[in-house]
């Protein structure tokens, strides 16, 4: 009898172990549903796939930082699209929470989501690291993760992006090639960067270091930080001016508005710019082009928490799904800036002007986001 339940309960401990190593996505073979709107990052991206769950389901956007324009439109972003045609019957329940700086108040958020029964939850993370405990949480519970923006140092969930390398070697090689058509190939330039701790800011910083590096120069490069915030930028770019007086040329992670109405106010010689895709910044850029304030604007959308919500229910539908979504780098030069297509005179300064994902079918509104606001949902 004592054997017997010895077997039984090894048995049992087989089971559960074996069910427990089951849980979350399965890796398998590509191709992944809708790759063009899902497109893998590179040929070397893997492919996960979870159970099928029935629908409705029930999602969560934990978000952490709140305290800039792109996060609030963000946050105004996935409440319109939770209320789109497109999936709005396939949601059951819809939260919003954000938690802050605090990577242990995000990650609580997070499991506390899990411990309720959510199906998904969609996150930008306020470090790349720390999160190995509840991804296996959520494996076990069988509910996807879905970082997007500022993304994870793992490939154990799906996470939704664009290339932030690439943004930051793009701006880098735009100014670059500007002052080279001007005769200039040194000098110093000023790079305002995003919120610190994230792996946007890092990945985009160290794309632009990557390209001045690659050159003889030599270039001073002097940072200054302003939490992808208008207000905040502007600030520590007067500062900045104030102590190193000009500057060759300008990269601006974000609050670019700031950035740029800070040269004008300080009357700054206009020098060439790389920033975000405020519709502000565009503004400005096309008001003073031909005075030499040049400008590549590159977005990095809010709307990248719709593709992240639309990929989480593609992964409770049951379907294929590349691990990394890679979201192409939507910008514009000064050259082609149209008042109505690609910035709008009658919009804030503070909205992101690219919102539109034509291969996802996403499209959403102006208005439609304007109308939301960044409260928690709860």
């Known amino acids: 009898m004592n054997a017997l339940r010895i077997a039984s309960a090894a048995l049992v401990g087989l089971l559960v172990s074996t069910s427990l190593s089951i849980a979350g996505p399965k890796e398998v073979s590509g191709p992944g549903a809708d790759p063009t709107c899902f ?11 979870w159970d099928k769950q029935e629908g409705p389901y029930r999602i969560a956007v934990v978000n952490g930082y709140v305290g800039n324009t792109w996060r609030i439109q963000m946050i105004k972003t996935a409440k319109a699209y939770a209320e789109d045609p497109a999936i709005k019957d396939k949601i059951k329940e819809f939260k919003v929470v954000s ?35 509840v991804i296996r949480l959520a494996d076990r519970e069988n509910v996807v993760i879905v970082p997007f923006d500022n993304i994870l140092d793992t490939d154990a969930v799906m996470m939704v992006n664009e290339d932030q390398l690439q943004m930051g070697r793009d701006w880098g090689n735009f100014v670059l090639k500007e002052l080279a058509a001007k005769g200039k190939t040194s000098g110093k330039i000023l790079e305002v960067r995003g919120l610190a701790g994230n792996s946007v800011d890092r990945d985009r910083s160290i794309g632009i270091h990557e390209v001045f590096d690659a050159t003889p120069g030599p270039w001073e490069i002097v ?29 601006t ?35 003073h082009s031909g005075e030499g304030l040049v ?10 928490v719709a593709i992240s919500m639309k990929a989480a229910i593609s992964a409770l539908e049951g379907n294929v799904m590349p691990q990394l979504i890679s979201v192409p780098l939507p910008s514009v030069d000064y050259t082609a800036l149209k008042d109505g297509t690609n910035f709008w005179t009658d919009l804030p300064d503070n909205f992101f002007t690219v919102n539109e994902f034509p291969p996802c079918g996403v499209n959403i509104s102006g208005p439609a986001i304007m109308a939301q606001t960044e409260e928690n949902v709860q």
């Open 99 to 133: 938690t802050g700086t605090d990577a242990p108040a995000q990650l609580g958020a997070i499991e506390d989501f899990i411990n309720q029964g959510f199906d998904a939850i969609v996150t930008i993370a306020v470090s790349p690291e720390g999160f190995d405990r």
């Open 223 to 251: 940072q200054v930080v302003g939490n992808w915030d208008d207000g905040t930028a502007q600030k520590v770019t007067a500062d900045a001016l104030a102590v190193h007086g000009t500057f060759d040329g300008v990269i």
């Open 39 to 49: 497109a893998p990052w590179n040929a070397e991206t893997k492919y996960f796939q």
């Open 253 to 287: 992670q974000g609050g670019s508005t700031g950035t740029v109405q800070a040269l004008l106010d300080a009357g700054h010689p206009m020098v060439p710019v790389g920033g975000e895709a405020e519709n502000g910044f565009r503004k400005l850029v096309a008001k």
């Open 295 to 304: 400008g590549l604007s590159i977005g990095q959308s809010p709307g990248l």
